[in-house]
């Protein structure tokens, strides 16, 4: 059973740093894109960072890129974002999914529980 277990968010002033983890386990770590998407009540689900931890690469929305940082420890199964300067605009419950898609309203196969991280001005 493919599992997917976020943590990490929190309550920040503008300009400050989050970094949020993701657990995976339950299928070949190698075998899909992992990353993040993050969703306001009432709108689209937004993707904006997946990796391909075959290979490292790396992918990001214009929304978040020079900001938001994603890795992965293969030997974790751990995917990582790292956030700085977060703005108010990036809060929002944070989704950790698979295969990872960057873009508007997809429908994710396998995604975590969320973790919501909030951005005061």
């Known amino acids: 059973e493919v599992q997917l277990a976020e943590s990490g968010g929190g309550s920040v002033q503008a300009g400050g740093s989050l970094r949020l983890s993701c657990a995976a386990s339950?299928?070949?770590?190698?075998?899909?894109?992992l990353g993040w998407f993050r969703q306001v009540p009432g709108k689209e689900r937004e993707g904006i960072s997946c990796i391909t931890t075959s290979d490292g690469g790396t992918y990001y929305a214009d929304s978040v890129k020079g900001r938001f940082t994603i890795s992965s420890d293969n030997a974790k199964n751990t995917v990582y974002l790292q956030m700085n300067n977060l703005k108010p605009e990036d809060t929002a419950v944070y989704y950790c999914a698979a295969p990872c898609l960057l873009g508007w309203g997809y429908e994710y196969p396998y995604r975590g529980q969320g973790t919501q991280v909030t951005v005061s001005s």
């Open positions: 339950g299928f070949n770590f190698d075998l899909y894109a």
